[in-house]
């Protein structure tokens, strides 16, 4: 029997290292992963995330100008939240990914604004073999974020081209950039 931690390989005498992400083999449709930790979400993310993209739509940083709208208040940028909830699922669903091939059906189902806690579960739906890369696999995930109290705020579907086991680069080194 395999002594090694899970989520860990061995790498020397009684050294570890953690690893992350599912190989191509790993995902079966119909397996949920619930991602943690939550993340609580601040005025600042949304600030910086909406002048980092030149976004001008003033209900995600005139505070004035959003106390006048239906929300009351600043609402966050959706797409920090997409991107929120797609780092969250990273550790597990695309850790091992060669590529992001895209995001489908991305839907927006409740607002966010800063002081909420998201957290993300991710339901894989569908895997093949890549017709033209014989070490990776495409898999099809579904994502969805959840609020603090339970709100579905944001689902989206996502494909990513996934390395297969054995093929990841540099797996079989152990110096400090191996994985």
Partial sequence: MDSTPAAYRVV??????????LFWEDFEPGDI????????????????????TMNVQPVHFDAAYAARTEWGRLLVDSCFTLALLTGMSVRTVSAKVVANLGWDKVRASHPVFAGDTLYAESTVLAKRPSNSRPTQGIVTVRTRGVNQDGAEVMSFERTMLVYRRGHLPAEGESGPGAY
Avoid at 12 to 21: D, N, Q
Avoid at 33 to 52: A, I, K, Q
């Fill in 12 to 21: 020397g005498e009684r050294r570890y290292r953690e690893t992350s992400g």
């Fill in 33 to 52: 992963f619930e991602h943690r930790p939550g993340r609580t979400v601040l005025d600042t993310d949304n600030v910086y995330f909406t002048l980092l």
